[in-house]
């Protein structure tokens, strides 16, 4: 299940696409998974059609998502791909600048990569737990 | 064997019923929707709302009281105005009731800020399989149509046998009070308004199965999917009750004229066994879903820390009306009583309600009797 915050300063496009690459990441959504239509999802949360299709754009000049025409927007298939270098820089900075507000704001450097560890972990083994369960499933 | 119900009683049965209705009202809501206002789960146990909700039903019973001494009086004056004036007059004094008494709540809301520090989520499932539509039980618009073909089959073969003139209306006591030439639209003019009530209803019930499922942010999926299922069943049981029991009246009332053309038509106890099949059918659902809902209820009071859903009062007018522009969805579920809401602010569902409009009005205009 997608959940977002209505009144948080992140827009509600970023929110959709931010818990859809969270899924991604987790194993919840697999290459191949169709997402739900734009009208079903906007429907769901009572939100303008026009702010789901920007989520999905997004996702899709990102390469995670892909147009079917028979199934709608379907997870696609990155790990035949060799990640872009422009992704990996701007993917970098965007860590560090991360990472410095953390140490400005006064985090200390262990309790950030503490956090930074817990976060990675708790993604893999959802991964894992995911991978298990679909491999259970298909034997 | 003849029925004759004076207007008062026939008016103290309607109120009996709306009274019993609106009493019920209040218990319908979910439990942040108290009298149609959004608030946050952590307030659900508010003196405010149980007390705003007994006045609402003692406002009730004394408006019930009051019309019933209002339809005694009419009574003495004109039957007609008896059955229309004290059903109107009830539900229109309840309406305001309602909204004046709602207005405690939301001032109470407003003052107090209580969305301040609520964590207010929205979810939706993700895939495409997560967002199946519920299907439509079609046993009873089946069930419809075949009464209706067997009327309109006993109709045809009787056709020859009819007096040239028939009946085309009836007063409420059922006697016939205007007559026209025998034709195949005053002979089937009844069964045929049957067949396009229950392809409106049965289009109606196709459209329901858009109804966004909305998932209640504290509510964990499989407890979604009942409060869904459970929406979703009641309004399909509604829709097919009044198909169903339309096509059966029209099927009685239209056998009934054709036999005996000039005899008054038993159109107080036909009224009467529609609205018991109709009320049985929604007191059951009702007390279904109360019944389920108390778990979910339970769930509530014991989580931890509640996520409520976002303020949308400013959407609803007086808890019963929704105008959200941007809210595709044609209908949402009501946040008093059961059912559904149309959504006003969607261009599509209003112009869709207008040719529904005139088409009902241009049918009726041209199929009054000249």
Redesign the interface.
């Known amino acids: 299940?997608?959940?977002?915050?209505?009144?948080s300063e992140v827009p509600i496009y970023q929110q959709i696409r931010d818990?859809?690459v969270e899924?991604i990441a987790r194993g919840?959504?697999r290459p191949g998974?169709?997402?739900?239509?734009v009208?079903?999802?906007?429907?769901?949360?009572?939100?303008?059609?026009a702010t789901v299709v920007k989520a999905y754009d997004s996702l899709r000049q990102e390469g995670l998502v892909r147009t079917n025409h028979k199934?709608?927007s379907v997870i696609g298939d990155t790990s035949e791909i060799e990640t872009p270098e422009s992704f990996v820089n701007g993917w970098e900075d965007r860590v560090r600048t991360l990472i410095s507000e953390a140490l400005a704001q006064g985090i200390s450097d262990v309790s950030v990569m503490d956090r930074i560890s817990d976060i990675v972990t708790h993604i893999v083994h959802a991964q894992y737990a995911n991978i298990r369960a679909h491999a259970d499933g298909a034997l | 064997m003849t029925f004759a119900i004076s207007s008062f009683q026939s008016s103290l049965a309607e109120l009996c019923l709306l009274v019993a209705v609106f009493l019920a009202m209040p218990s319908l809501s979910r439990p942040t929707m108290p009298m149609g206002v959004g608030i946050p789960g952590d307030r659900v146990d508010e003196q405010i709302i149980r007390s705003t909700a007994l006045r609402f039903r003692v406002a009730v019973v004394c408006i019930g009281l009051l019309s019933v001494g209002l339809a005694a009086a009419l009574s003495l004056v004109s039957e007609d105005a008896t059955k229309i004036v004290t059903p109107v007059a009830f539900v229109v004094s309840v309406v305001i009731a309602f909204g004046i008494f709602r207005n405690r709540i939301v001032r109470a809301k407003q003052e107090g800020d209580w969305f301040k520090d609520a964590k207010?989520?929205?979810?939706?499932?993700?895939?495409?399989?997560?967002?199946v539509r519920p299907r439509v039980r079609l046993w009873p618009y089946m069930a419809s149509y075949a009464v209706i073909i067997v009327t309109s089959l006993v109709g045809w073969i009787s056709y020859g046998s009819l007096p040239d003139e028939l009946p085309t209306l009836w007063n409420s006591d059922g006697n016939v009070s205007a007559q026209a030439a025998k034709s195949v639209t005053v002979v089937f003019g009844g069964i045929l308004g049957s067949a396009i009530a229950t392809s409106g209803l049965l289009g109606l019930a196709h459209l329901m199965r858009?109804v966004?499922?909305?998932?209640h942010?504290n509510d964990a999926?499989s407890q979604a999917r009942l409060r869904a299922d459970q929406q979703h069943q009641i309004g399909q049981s509604l829709l097919a009750t009044v198909a169903l029991s339309t096509a059966i009246l029209a099927s009685a009332l239209s056998m009934a004229s054709w036999a005996e053309p000039n005899q008054p038509l038993p159109l107080v106890p036909a009224t009467i066994a529609f609205f018991a099949c109709f009320g049985a059918v929604t007191v059951f659902q009702i007390v279904t879903y109360v019944m389920q809902m108390r778990e979910v209820r339970r769930d509530y009071l014991n989580g931890a820390s509640f996520k409520d859903e976002?303020d949308?009062d400013q959407y609803w007018f007086g808890g019963l009306l929704y105008l959200?522009p941007?809210?595709?969805?044609w209908f949402?579920t009501r946040r008093v009583g059961i059912g559904w809401a149309i959504n006003f602010g969607n261009p599509a569902m209003v112009i869709t309600l207008a040719v529904f409009i005139f088409a009902i009005v241009t049918f009726n205009t041209l199929s009054a009797p000249q």
């Open positions: 299940m997608i959940e977002i915050d209505p009144r818990r859809i899924a919840d959504l998974d169709s997402l739900a239509s009208r079903q999802l906007a429907g769901q949360f009572g939100i303008n059609s199934s709608g | 207010t989520r929205m979810v939706a499932t993700m895939t495409a399989k997560d967002t858009h966004p499922r909305r998932i942010p999926e976002p949308t959200n941007n809210d595709p969805a949402v």
